[in-house]
């Protein structure tokens, strides 16, 4: 407990990140730049960009993963959950609070206003990222061309849940063709502790197999059990973020309580309506902390006709159930990575690694400029003026000021209030 003590300040600046982080995975990476490696100097920028890459090639949260890893670096295992706590927390009582809000009042005008200019200020912060990593990691022809690859993959492939692992395993193998560079011997791996992935195999099982039984058996309480498998799954399964597991949910939630097999058997199972899930899709876009906290909101709004007690369990254990499996994965393959890296294979795949996590954050700045939509750019309408002025704003700032991050979120989004009256 006294050792804990000592981080408060840390925490302090996790729970000012949760509150403040909007953009999702690409744009939580340039605050947790400014503020874990610029102002508090927890990680360096290399150590950053090699936690990075490594939870690109997990399932789950990566963004999730990537902080959860900085606080077990600075205070292990204890310190790593107390992070994926206070980190998931705002999101998901805020996203769980939107589903008992929705059963009674919902203005969209305040969704248009007042985060009107969230998605260009989430694109700065990207681009910035971008600049301070490219000095870093693209110096010399190899990773110049793995760069342009992978800006060009990313941004015909962005929604695709292979795009980001595979890219990253291909530079990795690429780097790997001379041994002339970083020509050093490994020494064997410690031993690896299988606890985690055995406990997240063991929970992966068991919720299946519960699920199953309880809606065969009609349980009293089944949809909890179904509640759990299903986010427990998305959070094991899902490659490429928040882009790949809203296709997923919608599925799950929407498509298929409507199909003939469904309608046929006559199952009582967890759904929502298409204009309620896209309202959540819309919102978790805009408010700060990790995308995975839509499944407090799909928990609830699944739960909400069961009563009080039941939605709010469902806001719970949707939460729950869907950051799990980030933190059991990332725990255990973590310490195997950190062997695995004491070999030159490993070693100079780095290399290459790095150079794709930047590729795939200018492919992504690239992508999602589209919003922006350039064309009406040039003909001069305002909307699209104000977006990329909000881009080059966010970006200067980060580039020229000392301001911390809460405070450039905040002059970004104080435009959207004007648009409320």
Not at 47 to 76: H, M, V, W
Not at 187 to 205: A, H, R, S
Not at 254 to 270: A, C, F, H, T, W
Request: aromatic residues 12%.
């Amino acid at each position: 407990m006294f050792r804990l003590l000592r981080h408060i300040p840390f925490l302090q600046a996790v729970l000012l990140h949760s509150l403040t982080a909007f953009g999702g995975p690409q744009g939580h990476f340039g605050m947790m730049l400014k503020t874990f490696v610029h102002k508090r100097r927890d990680v360096t920028e290399d150590e950053l960009l090699d936690l990075n890459a490594f939870c690109q090639l997990l399932p789950g949260a990566s963004s999730t993963q990537t902080l959860t890893l900085i606080g077990y670096k600075r205070g292990g295992i204890p310190l790593a959950i107390l992070t994926l706590l206070i980190w998931i927390t705002p999101a998901s009582v805020l996203m769980g609070g939107l589903s008992f809000l929705l059963n009674f009042y919902y203005d969209q005008s305040i969704y248009q206003g007042l985060f009107r200019f969230v998605q260009p200020m989430a694109i700065g912060f990207i681009a910035f990222a971008t600049y301070r990593m490219f000095g870093l990691a693209i110096h010399n022809t190899i990773t110049r061309v793995i760069f342009v690859i992978a800006v060009f993959a990313i941004v015909l492939g962005f929604k695709s849940p292979w795009t980001f692992p595979a890219l990253i395993l291909a530079a990795g193998i690429a780097t790997n063709f001379s041994d002339k560079r970083i020509p050093q011997k490994g020494t064997p791996p410690k031993q690896v502790k299988w606890g985690n992935l055995l406990i997240f195999l063991v929970i992966f099982g068991l919720a299946g197999y519960l699920s199953e039984t309880a809606t065969k058996q009609n349980w009293e309480n089944r949809k909890i059990y179904n509640l759990f498998e299903n986010n427990y799954r998305f959070g094991s399964l899902v490659f490429g973020g928040g882009d790949v597991l809203m296709p997923m949910m919608y599925d799950q939630y929407v498509l298929r309580p409507e199909s003939k097999v469904i309608q046929r058997n006559g199952r009582d199972v967890l759904k929502m309506t298409n204009e309620d899930f896209l309202t959540g899709y819309g919102l978790v876009r805009a408010i700060p902390g990790p995308v995975f906290s839509i499944g407090a909101y799909t928990g609830g709004m699944v739960m909400r006709k069961e009563g009080v007690t039941m939605h709010l369990a469902g806001c719970i254990i949707g939460s729950f159930a869907i950051f799990l499996p980030s933190l059991l994965l990332v725990l255990f393959f973590f310490p195997v990575w950190q062997n695995l890296k004491k070999y030159a294979v490993i070693y100079r795949s780095l290399e290459g690694i790095h150079a794709a996590v930047v590729g795939i954050m200018g492919g992504a700045t690239l992508y999602l400029l589209q919003s922006v939509n350039l064309n009406k750019v040039t003909t001069g309408e305002m909307g699209a003026l104000m977006d990329l002025g909000v881009v080059l704003l966010t970006f200067l700032l980060l580039r020229y000021s000392k301001l911390p991050s809460p405070v450039i979120v905040v002059l970004c989004l104080l435009p959207g209030l004007f648009l409320l009256g």
